[in-house]
C-alpha cells in the first residue's frame, strides 16, 4: 500500500518543531509500524536527509521504548504497543499522523523521542521492596493468597511506556504510579512500607510536573497491558489511609 | 580496515593452554563455599572507596550494581536504554529454574547441575555449573522477598512448570512474563540504590571502549547518546553486563539494539572471547514474512508443555491443518524421542524441525515452518485453563500473524536467540584482563555448546546478585590503592583517539549504502554458513567474504547527520563494524571445532541417524581466542574440561 505521513520533525530539545509530510510505497499488510518508518528511514538516508528518531528495542511488545501518538491516539488505533501494531490496521492511501507523547514531564529529546525519566524517579521514591541481597526468607514462608498474587502480577505487568501520560488531557502519570503502588502493596513482603511508599511516590509524581487526574479514564483506554482504571482509586484509597495513619501519628 | 586474506585468519596459530586457576580443588559441592572463605574481603569501611564500573543493566548487571552497591561501594552504572529498566532481560517470557523441589519430584541440586552439563553437551565447567545449581535456590528467595509475583496456586504457594531437556518441574514463572518481573524487581532494587546515592546511573549512555591501564581494566569510553558527548569515566575495576551478540545474525530475537560492542572492545584490549561459536537457535519462533522483517518474536519453549509439534507426513501437503486427518500427520518430536517427546533440548528441536522443513514437509510460506497444535490441550483442559497459562503469548502470536492460535495451530520456526560463548572468564567471572569482569550472557561460563530453557535468568541473577559480589571483594582486597587515572595517560589518549577517529570516519565516508543494508548482509551470510548446520566449505566461503563486505563496508557507507547529536544511524554503524570482526572469529571457531556439540552442529560429524556426534579426544576444551592485532589472526588457548562427575556420554533424549 502506499501511505502519505504526517511526522513531528524537532532538531533537539530547544529548537521548535513541526509536522513534516513524506510517501512511502510498497507498505506490506505484514509489516510492523515500526518496519514502516524503517522503510521510509532507509529511503531518507540514501536522499541525504535526516532519518525519523524514535525509540524502539524489543520490537514485541514488553520492553515500553516505542511510543508514538498515530493519528492522536497513543500507540494507535489498536489497544496494543506501537511496534505490535501491524499495517493490516490501514488501509492503501491512508494519511497517517505521527507525534511523540505530549506532555510537560516528557520534554522531546529529538523527533519523536521523549525524556521519559520521570518515571525512573517516581520510581525511586518508593517504588521498591527494601530486601538486600542475601536477607530473603525461604520463599515457601510466607505464602500469598493467589488472588492477591494475581493482582499483583495485573499492575506489576505495566512497562512503562508513558501511553497513560500521553493520553491524558491532564498529563497526569496516576495510572502508572498506582499499578507499582497496588503490585508492591497487596503483597505481604510490601507491606512495612506501605505507608511511606504510597506517599512518597505519589509526592515525586507531583514535584515532575504530572497534571492532577479528573478520572477522565484515557489513559486506562491507551494502555496496552490492560492496567484497570480503578488501580487509580485504589491507590488514593492508600494514600488517604496512609495520611490519616500519618496525622495519627 | 582489515587487510588480511581469508587463508590468513584461518591460519590462526595456537598457544598456551589456559587453566581456572580459581576454582578451588575438591568436592564439586564444596568448591563454591571454599571460594567464598579463601577470598579476601574489604572492610566496609573501605568500600566507599572503591568505585565499579557497571555496563548494562539487564539481569545480571542490575543485580550486579544493586548488590554492590548495598554493600557499600561506590557503583558507576551504564545502559544505552533511556532507562535501566528496558535491558533485553525484560523479554524474557518463560521462566527460570531453582532445585527447590517443591514438587517432590525427585529434584536436587545435583539433578539440576547434571542436568546442565548434559544439555550443554559436555562443553562447560563443572564447578560453575555446580555452583549455579546451588545458589538457584536462593534466587527464588530473594525474588519472592522483592515482591516479584510469580505464580501460585490455589493453596498461595509458587506454582512450576517443566521446560525442555529435563524430567522435573523446576521453573517457576510469572505467566510469559518471568524476564519482565524478575528485571523488574533488579531494577527496583538498583531504583533504591540510586536514590540512596549509592549507584551514579548514566542511562542513554553506550560504553564504546575499554581502558586498560599497567595491564588492568580501570574506565571506559562513552558516548552520550542524546549530545553525542564522548566521556572517560574511571574505576577501580570495571563489570561487563552487556548481554550476547546474537545480532550479527541481524535476524534474532535481541532486541533491535542489543549489540556486541562493549564486549568486542574488551576483547580487542586482551580479553579472551571462548566459544564464539556456540549460538543457539530456537526452536520456537514466528516464522518470518519477508524482506522488510526487522526481528524475530520468540514463542516460549513454556508452550512445549502442552503444545505438539508436527508436520504433514507426505511432501509438499499444503492442505490446512484442520483438513489433514490425524494418521497423516507426523509428531516427529514424540516419534523420534519418545521419552522427552516435545521437550527436548532446543538444539535438537531446532535441528529437526530443519530436518522436515528440508524434506519439504515444511508448512506456511516458503515452507519454513511446523505446527505447534495446542488442539489436545484445548480438549484436555479446556480453553480458559491453556488462556490462563498462555493467554498472553497466543496474543501476540495473533496480533503478529493474524491468526488465532485457540482455532488454528500456531506456525513456528527456529530462530536466533542466545549466545553461549562470551568473554572467558574463571571461576571468580573475572576475564583474562585483570579487574575487568563479564557477568551473565557477555560471560561464556555454564552453558556449555546449548543452554537449557529457564536457564539464562538463572544465570544472569546468580552471577550478579550472589557469586560477583563475593569474588570481586578478592581483586579490590589485592589492589587496594590504584593510583587515580586521568585523561592526559597515554593508554587513555589513545583510546579517546581511536574512538573519535573511528566515529568521524564513519561519518566521512558519505558513500551509497545504508548502515542496515550491511548488517543485513552480513546477518543472511551468517544465518546461512554459521547458523543451524555448519560444512568446513561453508565456513571458508563465510571467511572469504566477511573481510570483503568489511572493505565495502568502509568506502560505501553512509551516515547522516553529526556525531554531535542524537544519532541514531551512527550507533547502528559503529555496531556494525565490531559485528564485522566478530563474525569472522565466530566462523573460524565453528571452523576450528571439527565436531557437533549443543548448538554446533557441523554436517562432517554426525551419528548414523543424524544426531550431534562430539569428538570427546580432540575437542573438550573451551577455545579462547586471544586477539592478534587490527589485520592478524587470533590465537587459540585451550582451557581443557574435566568431568569427574557427570560422565561425558552421546546425549540420549530418546
Known amino acids: ?249 | 580496515m582489515n587487510s588480511t586474506g581469508p587463508t590468513e585468519y584461518a591460519a590462526y596459530t595456537t598457544g598456551d593452554p589456559l587453566a581456572d586457576t580459581k576454582a578451588p580443588a575438591g568436592p564439586v559441592a564444596e568448591r563454591w563455599d571454599t571460594r567464598r572463605f579463601e577470598a579476601k574481603l574489604v572492610n566496609p569501611a573501605n568500600r566507599r572507596k572503591h568505585r565499579i564500573i557497571v555496563v548494562g543493566t539487564g539481569l545480571a548487571g542490575g543485580s550486579a550494581g544493586a548488590t554492590l552497591a548495598e554493600q557499600g561501594y561506590h557503583v558507576v552504572q551504564f545502559c544505552f536504554q533511556d532507562s535501566p529498566r528496558r535491558a533485553h532481560s525484560i523479554a524474557a517470557q518463560g521462566g527460570i529454574n531453582a532445585a527447590k523441589n517443591y514438587r517432590n519430584d525427585g529434584d536436587s541440586i545435583h539433578r539440576l547441575f547434571y542436568d546442565t552439563v548434559k544439555g550443554g553437551d559436555f562443553r562447560a565447567r563443572e564447578s560453575n555449573v555446580h555452583r549455579l545449581a546451588q545458589i538457584s535456590v536462593e534466587i527464588i528467595d530473594q525474588c519472592v522477598a522483592q515482591g516479584v509475583p510469580f505464580a501460585r496456586e490455589y493453596g498461595g504457594l509458587l506454582d512450576t512448570r517443566s521446560f525442555g531437556g529435563v524430567q522435573v518441574s523446576r521453573t517457576f514463572y510469572a505467566r510469559g512474563q518471568t524476564g519482565q518481573q524478575l528485571l523488574l524487581g533488579a531494577y527496583q532494587a538498583l531504583s533504591r540504590q540510586i536514590a540512596a546515592g549509592n549507584v551514579e546511573m548514566h542511562a542513554r549512555t553506550e560504553m564504546l571502549d575499554l581502558v586498560v591501564v599497567d595491564g588492568r581494566a580501570r574506565g571506559i569510553v562513552a558516548r552520550d547518546l542524546i549530545t553525542g558527548e564522548i566521556s572517560t569515566h574511571y574505576a577501580d575495576a570495571v563489570v561487563l553486563a552487556s548481554g550476547g551478540y546474537g545480532n550479527v545474525f541481524y535476524l534474532s530475537t535481541n532486541a533491535m539494539n542489543s549489540n556486541a560492542t562493549a564486549v568486542w572492545r574488551a576483547h580487542r584490549r586482551g580479553a579472551y572471547f571462548a566459544n564464539p561459536c556456540f549460538t543457539q537457535i530456537h526452536p520456537t519462533c514466528i516464522p518470518r514474512t519477508g524482506d522488510h522483517q526487522s526481528k524475530l518474536t520468540l514463542m516460549s519453549e513454556s508452550l512445549r508443555n502442552d503444545g505438539r509439534i508436527w508436520v504433514p507426513k507426505a511432501e509438499g501437503d499444503t492442505r490446512p491443518a484442520a483438513e489433514i486427518p490425524e494418521d497423516e500427520r507426523d509428531y516427529y518430536l514424540e516419534r523420534i524421542y519418545p521419552s522427552f517427546g516435545n521437550l527436548v533440548p532446543r538444539d535438537i528441536a531446532s535441528r529437526a524441525a530443519k530436518n522436515v522443513c528440508d524434506e519439504g514437509r515444511g508448512v506456511g510460506p516458503g515452507g519454513q515452518g511446523v505446527y505447534l497444535d495446542f488442539a489436545d490441550a484445548i480438549r484436555r483442559m479446556g480453553r480458559r485453563a491453556v488462556e490462563e497459562r498462555y493467554g498472553n503469548l497466543f496474543d501476540m502470536y495473533e496480533r503478529i500473524t493474524a491468526e488465532n492460535p485457540y482455532e488454528v495451530p500456531m506456525r513456528i520456526y527456529p530462530a536466533v536467540h542466545y549466545t553461549m560463548g562470551g568473554l572467558w572468564v574463571d571461576y571468580d567471572l573475572q576475564t583474562t584482563v585483570p579487574g575487568l569482569f563479564a557477568v551473565g550472557e557477555a560471560n561464556f561460563s555454564d552453558h556449555g555448546a546449548n543452554r537449557l530453557g529457564a536457564s539464562a535468568l538463572m544465570q544472569g541473577l546468580a552471577d550478579g546478585y550472589f557469586v560477583l559480589p563475593a569474588t570481586i571483594n578478592d581483586y579490590l582486597a589485592r589492589h587496594p590503592h590504584a593510583q587515580p587515572v586521568t585523561d592526559e595517560h597515554p593508554a587513555v589518549r589513545e583510546v579517546l583517539a581511536e574512538t573519535e577517529d573511528r566515529l568521524n570516519l564513519l561519518l566521512a565516508v558519505d558513500g551509497d549504502r545504508t548502515p542496515d543494508s550491511f548488517h543485513r548482509e552480513l546477518g543472511e551470510l551468517m544465518w546461512e554458513y554459521c547458523g543451524m548446520a555448519r560444512t568446513e566449505a561453508g565456513l571458508r566461503t563465510a571467511l572469504a567474504r566477511i573481510p570483503e563486505i568489511r572493505r565495502e563496508f568502509w568506502s560505501r557507507i553512509k551516515v547522516p547527520g553529526t556525531g554531535e547529536e542524537f544519532n541514531q544511524s551512527l550507533e547502528k554503524a559503529n555496531r556494525i563494524v565490531d559485528y564485522l570482526e566478530l563474525a569472522e572469529l565466530m566462523c573460524l571457531d565453528a571452523l576450528h571445532r571439527a565436531e557437533s556439540c549443543g548448538g554446533h552442529f557441523r554436517e562432517e560429524s554426525q551419528t548414523p541417524d543424524g544426531e550431534a556426534a562430539r569428538r570427546d579426544e580432540e575437542f573438550s576444551y573451551a577455545a579462547a581466542w586471544e586477539f592478534g592485532g587490527t589485520g592478524g589472526s587470533p590465537v587459540l588457548h585451550k582451557e581443557d574440561l574435566a568431568f569427574e562427575y557427570v560422565h561425558p556420554t552421546q546425549r540420549s533424549y530418546a
Not at chain 1, 101 to 130: C, E, H, M, N
Not at chain 1, 191 to 204: G, I, N, W, Y
Open chain 1, 1 to 249: 500500500m502506499r501511505l502519505t505521513l504526517r511526522v513531528w520533525r524537532q532538531r533537539n530539545a530547544d529548537t521548535p518543531g513541526a509536522m513534516s509530510t513524506y510517501d512511502v510505497d510498497g507498505i506490506s499488510a505484514d509489516m510492523s509500524f515500526l518496519e514502516m518508518l524503517d522503510t521510509l528511514n532507509e529511503d531518507l538516508i540514501l536522499r541525504g536527509e535526516d532519518p525519523v528518531a524514535f525509540d524502539h528495542d524489543c520490537r514485541e511488545g514488553i520492553c515500553g521504548a516505542c511510543s508514538l501518538v498515530i493519528n492522536g491516539d497513543a500507540h494507535g488505533p489498536e489497544r496494543t504497543t506501537t511496534c505490535q501494531l501491524h499495517m493490516r490496521s490501514f488501509h492503501d492511501g491512508d494519511t497517517i499522523d505521527v507525534e511523540p507523547w505530549r506532555a510537560s514531564a516528557f520534554p522531546v529529546v529529538k523527533d519523536l523521542v521523549v525524556d521519559r525519566s520521570a518515571f525512573d524517579r517516581v520510581i525511586q521514591a518508593g517504588g521498591y521492596i527494601t530486601a538486600p541481597t542475601g536477607a530473603a526468607p525461604e520463599a515457601h514462608a510466607s505464602p500469598v493468597p493467589k488472588a492477591d498474587a494475581d493482582s499483583a502480577f495485573e499492575h506489576a505487568e505495566c512497562i512503562g511506556c508513558g501511553a497513560c501520560v500521553a493520553a491524558c488531557p491532564n498529563g497526569s502519570a496516576m495510572l502508572f504510579t498506582s499499578a507499582k503502588v497496588n503490585h508492591l502493596n497487596v503483597l505481604p513482603q510490601g507491606s512495612p512500607e506501605r505507608e511511606t511508599r504510597v506517599l512518597d511516590m505519589v509526592a515525586q509524581m507531583d514535584a515532575e510536573g504530572f497534571g492532577g487526574c479528573t478520572l477522565t479514564g484515557e489513559c486506562a483506554t491507551a494502555c496496552p497491558k490492560g492496567i484497570p482504571l480503578p488501580s487509580i482509586s485504589a491507590m488514593n484509597k492508600e494514600w488517604l489511609r496512609a495520611r490519616r495513619k500519618a496525622a495519627r501519628g
